[in-house]
């Protein structure tokens, strides 16, 4: 199993563009969630989601769409980038009665210049 | 507003000592408490999780303590490797249905030969 499935790994965007976040999981994962993670704050929830079709926002939303089509995906939207939006993205999901153990993928390193 | 706090100060010890890391946390009445650790550049991965009514959880090396009463969390792993060195996170359910799962900053844990 892959497990999650976080791309691109790496990504430089300038100031006013847009763009899409993957996060994938195949163990058929009712929640999932996006975390960004910035020095000394650690790890801040962005939206998350408890299953197809169901998705609320988290601690700090703005500038940032989600939607839940399917179990298996959960992209994350930035709709016009801004800098203070440079940070590690990670990608979570859990199958159980709520977030009892949590699978992360291996983050997205985002750079908005 | 709901607070999780980790010694966001490092913790230093010695090879085959005892490391005990705390988190602590108000106006929270989670139902669970689950300990991650992380590596660099690396996202978090999941060690332990500790109920409500469960004062003391092992597994192996570690052990965790739930105190509801003092809303907190200590975190200990004996005879301590070099290979322990990491950052270690304690994270809630934000709130009683399970849907979202909050994180404190992380204690960053160094064990020297």
């Known amino acids: 199993n892959a497990g999650v499935t976080q791309t691109p790994k790496f990504q430089v965007l300038k100031t006013g563009q847009s763009m899409t976040l993957q996060c994938a999981q195949d163990?058929?994962?009712?929640?999932m969630s996006w975390y960004r993670q910035d020095p000394g704050m650690g790890l801040r929830l962005i939206h998350y989601?408890?299953?197809?079709?169901?998705?609320d926002q988290g601690e700090v939303p703005n500038g940032y769409n989600v939607s839940r089509s399917t179990t298996e995906d959960f992209p994350l939207r930035l709709l016009s980038a801004a800098p203070s939006q440079t940070s590690v993205y990670f990608c979570a999901s859990s199958n159980g009665q709520g977030w009892t153990e949590a699978f992360f993928g291996q983050g997205t390193r985002l750079t908005v210049v | 507003s709901q607070k999780i706090e980790q010694n966001s100060e490092a913790l230093n010890i010695q090879e085959g000592k005892t490391a005990t890391l705390t988190c602590n946390y108000t106006?929270?009445?989670?139902?669970?408490l689950q300990w991650y650790r992380q590596d660099p550049g690396r996202g978090p991965v999941f060690l332990l999780l500790?109920?409500?009514?469960?004062k003391e959880k092992r597994k192996e090396r570690l052990k965790v303590t739930f105190d509801t009463t003092l809303k907190q969390s200590l975190f200990h792993i004996t005879a301590s490797q070099p290979a322990d060195s990491a950052t270690y996170l304690c994270a809630l359910d934000d709130n009683n249905a399970g849907n979202m799962l909050t994180f404190g900053g992380g204690t960053r844990l160094m064990v020297k030969p």
């Open positions: 163990m058929n994962h009712e929640y």
């Open positions: 500790i109920r409500e009514n469960e």
């Open positions: 106006n929270y009445s989670p139902a669970y």
């Open positions: 989601s408890v299953g197809a079709g169901i998705t």
